[in-house]
């Protein structure tokens, strides 16, 4: 098959629900084959002839994508690195310092659907470069704002959120129709090795740019020339690759896009894509929460225990946290990326449940350690950094293994509309909402104290405590995802093999002789 960068015009098909084909070979009960079995997984000729794309292309175009998704993480998380600094320029407490992420989240979330549904039907890459372009040039101009125009930051952030969406969405979809199997899961989790990298790199950037420049709006200008580089890399290198083909056999129709509603149906009956997005819904909460307020938390610990100096009205926050805590974050990233998906794949051998029980560990164990980290800090910003290290290497383990659970359960002309509405969920009821609402807590709090630094710090340590006990709740829903997992794969499988069809309800559809076949029209098109 050709690699073009064509993709099919939309097509709509009625609303359907499944259903397995009576007599087809490979289902129990039909001639010649009492059971399915699983396709041979491509090798690399065989992946070669599928997608059109050499190998080392293919993998050039998962390093540009990895790029793309490190540099969206890193201008996200820029902002967290400069937050105390933005605070005292725009004079803004912590509610309303925890809006600069709820906004840009909120608006992320709310146009995912919409790059969801584009990229199940048209050109992945040109929606990608057009998202990215226009996510580069918003971010440069909300490096120009005057402090009187606090609400013309939220606008430029909540527009940045255009770029993200039409990323985040159609990336993975792209690494699932290049590699299977265990090919698939090595690239996911490079892919995903991005974002705690690239977030601890946010940091990092933002902390030392407005070092070296002396102020921190240069922060902010570093990732669109970076953006620019991203588009012409897109545009010259990544190249479309056939929907689903590297998991059909070669006898299998292509599959064809259903109506947007029937997708929706399909993916809420659909219990492990449910609940492993509530689990990661969890994930979002806790790792939104710690990415903007982690840095002002280790700050404000710093100035109680007499380390270093608050930050008064009119100075430069001077704090090494930022630096310190975007280089933990890279590194337990990459940790408990690669232990996550390493301690998986071993698993799988002897237990198929073993992706989401994984997640439901890594969670679970996750939460008490954050707890000590936060109830520490009073005491010895050392033993603060140990836990907060581990909890991070604990949470990360989730990030390929919740991208490659998603990618098995659900068929590939709806991968697309799931990654969107997955990000729908765990930016609605995870990280849109907890900056702004660990920041409302927070602020709630002081004011039922006597104002000092001992306040500030006590508020923020307790309206932290939070992400603990969500972090359990998320564990929890893994858990439930391991009872669904393998009935969901094994009937996405079949669907992809052409063994599972899609039929109308048996009120809406009939079966009629037409020329010389069988086929099933709406009742409502029959005469009778």
Known sequence: MSGSDTAPFLSQADDTDDGLVPGTPGLPGAPGNPKSEDPEVPDREGLQRITGLSSGRSALIVAVLCYINLLNYMDRFTVAGVLPDIEQFFNIGDSSSGLI??????????LAPVFGYLGDRYNRKYLMCGGIAFWSLVTLGSSFIPRERFWLLLLTRGLVGVGEASYSTIAPTLIADLFVADQRSRMLSVFYFAIPVGSGLGYIAGSKVKDVAGDWHWALRVTPGLGVVAVLLLFLVVREPPRGA??????SPPLNPTSWWADLRALARNPSF???SLGFTAVAFVTGSLALWAPAFLLRSRVVLGETPPCLPGDSCSSSDSLIFGLVTCLTGVLGVGLGVEVSRRLRRSNPRADPLVCAAGLLG???????????ARGSIVATYIFIFVGETLLSMNWAIVADILLYVVIPTRRSTAEAFQIVLSHLLGDAGSPYLIGLISDRLRRRWPPSFL??????????????FVGALGGAAFLGTAIFIEGDRQRAHLHVQG???EAGPADDRIVVPQRGRSTRVPVSSVLI
């Not at 992420?101 to 709310?110: A, G, K, L």
């Not at 306040?455 to 603990?468: D, K, P, Y």
């Open 455 to 468: 306040s500030e710090f006590r508020a923020l340590q307790f309206s932290l405590m939070l992400c603990a």
């Open 274 to 276: 449910i609940l492993s």
């Open 366 to 376: 996750s939460a008490p350690f954050l707890f000590l980290s936060l109830a520490c």
């Open 246 to 251: 590297v998991e059909r056999h070669l006898d």
């Open 101 to 110: 992420q709820t906004v840009f989240i909120s608006s992320y979330m709310v």
């Open 499 to 501: 063994l599972l069809r």
